[in-house]
């Protein structure tokens, strides 16, 4: 390895909307970028070895495990954290469901599931509750045995498909 392969590397990044410029060292992982720098907490690390899905973030619209992923690898990218969801005070409608189906007991892998699951809504129709499972069986779960879990993104699978049926029908 070369003195200049070990140097620290400009990089910038759009991370839930917000243009951030910092300086990393070639080997920080994005999420102790996301943890460390950014003060983005939410982003858990679990296994680090990509195994369990907590660090779950989307990339560009797609879920990565930050724990997997170098913090240069995502210059120029933009990256959206469980932040992005929702607040306290105003939850995203999965937040919401997850709350109302009791999908989190410990809440360590919720922020991982829920990331997971925002990529996984927007790109499949997840019909059956196999579907579902299928979708969510690379994150891992100790508390709630999954099946709150799977209510709640029941839930909003059959939401989203109410407003398609209600749009369709409205449509000329």
């Known amino acids: 390895m070369t003195h200049d392969e070990i140097q620290p590397k400009p990089l910038w990044l759009i991370v839930n909307g917000q243009v951030h410029e910092c300086v990393v060292e070639p080997r920080m992982l994005l999420s102790d970028l996301l943890r460390t720098t950014l003060g983005l907490t939410g982003t858990h690390v679990g296994c680090e070895h990509g195994v369990c899905g907590s660090c779950t973030v989307l990339v560009e619209g797609d879920s990565v495990r930050s724990c997997l992923m170098l913090a240069i690898q995502a210059n120029g990218l933009d990256v959206k954290t469980v932040e992005s969801l929702g607040t306290i005070d105003s ?57 709150g879990i799977v209510n709640a993104v029941r839930s909003c699978v059959a939401t989203r498909n109410a407003m398609h049926d209600a749009a369709a029908i409205a449509e000329p």
């Open 91 to 147: 939850l995203s409608p999965l937040q919401e469901a997850f709350r109302e189906h009791h999908g989190l007991q410990c809440g360590f892998c919720t922020p991982g599931m829920l990331m997971t699951c925002v990529d996984v809504l927007e790109k499949q129709p997840l019909a059956t509750e196999e579907q579902i499972r299928d979708a969510l069986a690379g994150n891992l779960c100790r508390c709630t045995g999954y099946q």
